[in-house]
């Protein structure tokens, strides 16, 4: 019987239509649309069973990790839904051990609900728990068998448990207290448990005497799986310019090199990783989190990818071979259980929390072998940014991160690339992003402006704006397409509240975002003006083209950086006005009634506007086309 995966490759052989059609499969390619429908039916799987564990455990928290990730993907809200409905189940509270890192692993998954929805509820009972933590902090001895040595850091599983959950508090909060136990206790744990010289991870302190059938030391895949993925989580998260940043990027190199020397013929990594003649069967949960860890470090530009991406495809390959028909992965190495001899049908909980984390980082690898795509997610350790990106270029959203700085804008940030790649996730780990290494760079001026695209309110001649978003939902995550919406507090416009959301679409291929913004308010007139525009540089003579329907801004060079245009198309008929710094177009919009308008941007060095007349030329015929 052939396994799903490869079904599901024979069904989705046919290109999508349009312009993001993917090319037909060649040797070591995955495609992302099989990518995500094996996902899905893993997941799906899983979610039909009856719990084999507590659901608030570590069993269940890595599931949810991954649950997370398919759902940024998804073409479904299935997988978020059912992580709110486990949320409200156990009252957002961890599990019961204080202490106990195994305990904190679902709160990743409430933080990460929490940045989107930003409901209190979600963040309050691990919040307190972790405030008790801070407040009686233990120091015991680290040695397994010393009592209260699980009340730290002292297995190392437990950097995948805890430290994750305690870099997403910080983010959510603010609080360097709980960055500041996070590194302080992973680097006590690394200094007890890591060894220098293999560049693995002794699971606990019990084993650095024992020794395996041929000799060599006793590392579980597992528990370094556990150890990669842990890394790829607190990499993912922690600011770029935080001052330990490279003793995790450093780590995290060294294990990489090790861990895919080690990979066996069939691509999947033994229970044991230095003696795999003793651990003949193939297993999937260690396996699933190097899969996920190395694929993460390729997509963020730490691994070099010529070097690494083979390894991750082919250890793609061999996990899904491990799916049958149903959705259900196999090859699980149970809990407790003898290593070396196990039901090779055997699934669990965390295996498929693994591959789920591995496909969402196989399905943007796949993004970066299409002609044309589009990209999307949240970015909390630069400030709760939201970011979203084509082939052609990438936008930025501000987020109640960079609002506690004292920075606030709802106006739209624009990153100008030279590549077809995607470059977003990247960008903000390997470079800084306000120069051109040879892709593009970010050096588009906001501040409290539209920027380019951005709306609100215009009474008594005057724009009144919200500040910067404070959630947000991903609808439709490439590769045609991205789709989200982000929403925003009320602000006051003549004595009234006006909530506004925003329904962001980028098409793969195109400049021009198209934008479907809301407008609700209480009271009042059923009708206001609303204006959408972009923020104009003091000069002279602008070369700024306004019609009825739309705006077109040519910015002033920038010496070495090159020009940047950008452009608002109306769909209703709209009069132009301007502030000392803004142009806008200004058309009614009924309460709760939807503005439909298109904005966007071109740069002279992407290869498609070299001058004023090419960006100009551009705006005017989309904007006959919506006509």
């Known amino acids: 019987m052939k396994t799903l995966a490869t079904l599901l490759i024979l069904v989705l052989a046919f290109n999508f239509s349009g312009t993001a059609a993917e090319p037909a499969d060649s040797p070591g390619k995955v495609r992302s649309a099989a990518v995500l429908a094996t996902m899905k039916a893993v997941a799906d799987w899983q979610l039909a069973q009856p719990p084999r564990h507590a659901t608030d455990d570590w069993t269940y928290g890595a599931l949810y990790a991954g649950m997370m990730a398919l759902s940024h993907i998804a073409d479904s809200p299935n997988y978020h839904d059912a992580m709110v409905e486990m949320g409200n189940k156990h009252g957002w509270k961890p599990a019961k051990r204080p202490y106990h890192a195994d305990d904190h692993c679902v709160g990743q998954t409430y933080l990460e609900l929490y940045f989107q929805h930003r409901d209190p509820a979600m963040l309050g ?4 728990r972790f405030d008790f933590i801070l407040a009686t902090e233990r120091t015991n001895d680290l040695g397994f068998r010393t009592k209260g ?16 959950a305690w870099l997403r508090m910080y983010l959510a909060t603010g609080d360097k207290r709980y960055l500041d ?17 293999e560049h693995l991870y002794f699971r606990d302190s019990t084993y650095f005497e024992k020794r395996e059938a041929n000799g060599k030391k006793i590392f579980w895949s597992r528990g370094n799986g556990w150890v990669m993925g842990g890394l790829a989580r607190v990499l993912q998260m922690m600011p770029p310019e935080h001052p330990t940043r490279k003793f995790y990027e450093q780590q995290f190199l060294e294990m990489a090199a090790k861990v895919a020397s080690l990979q066996q013929p069939d691509g999947l990594w033994r229970s044991s990783l230095l003696d795999a003649e003793s651990y003949p069967l193939k297993e999937t949960s260690g396996s699933g989190f190097y899969t996920f860890a190395l694929a993460w470090g390729v997509n963020r530009g730490l691994l070099d990818r010529a070097k690494y991406e083979p390894v991750v495809r082919k250890a793609w390959q061999a996990l899904t071979d491990c799916v049958n028909a149903d959705g259900k992965l196999e090859h699980v190495q149970p809990i407790g259980a003898d290593p070396k001899k196990f039901d090779p049908t055997h699934s669990d909980v965390y295996g498929v929390g693994a591959f789920l984390l591995a496909g969402s980082e196989l399905y943007r690898l796949a993004l970066a072998d299409l002609p044309a795509f589009a990209y999307g997610n949240f970015l909390p350790q630069r400030k709760d940014d939201f970011a979203w990106e084509n082939d052609r270029i990438a936008f930025r959203a501000y987020g109640p991160g960079l ?3 004292g920075e606030i804008s709802s106006g739209l940030d624009i990153w100008c690339k030279r590549t077809r790649k995607p470059v977003v996730e990247r960008w903000f780990y390997v470079a800084d992003y306000h120069k051109d290494h040879g892709e593009g760079l970010d050096y588009y001026k906001v501040g409290p402006s539209r920027g380019c695209g951005g709306t609100g309110i215009w009474k008594d001649g005057k724009l009144h704006a919200a500040n910067n978003f404070v959630t947000w939902n991903i609808l439709e995550n490439g590769p045609a397409r991205v789709v989200f919406e982000l929403g925003y507090t009320p602000y006051e416009v003549a004595g009234l509240k006006v909530k506004e959301t925003r329904r962001i679409t ?3 291929g195109s400049n021009l975002n198209r934008i479907e913004t ?3 308010w209480e009271g009042g007139p059923s009708e206001m003006v609303a ?9 002279p003579n602008p070369a700024l083209d306004k019609s009825a329907r739309h705006l077109a801004y040519w910015e002033p060079e920038q010496p070495g950086n090159g020009i940047i245009g950008c452009g608002v198309i109306m769909t209703a008929e709209s009069e132009f006005v301007s502030t000392p710094d803004q142009a ?5 919009v009924q309460r709760g009634k939807p503005l439909v308008y298109f904005a966007g941007a071109g740069w002279s060095k992407s290869g498609d506007f070299a001058t004023k007349e090419d960006w100009f030329k551009y705006l005017v015929q989309q904007s006959n086309t919506l006509k």
């Open 506 to 508: 980028l098409e793969a």
């Open 518 to 520: 809301r407008f609700d």
């Open 125 to 128: 009972p691990l919040k307190e």
């Open 584 to 588: 806008l177009l200004t058309t009614a």
């Open 149 to 164: 040595s699980q009340e730290r850091w002292s297995w190392c599983d437990a950097l995948f448990m805890a430290p994750p």
């Open 531 to 539: 204006a959408a525009g972009i923020v104009t540089r003091k000069e």
């Open 181 to 197: 136990l996070m590194d302080r206790e992973w680097k006590a744990t690394s200094d007890y448990l890591y060894d220098k010289e």
């Open 403 to 405: 609002e506690r700085t």
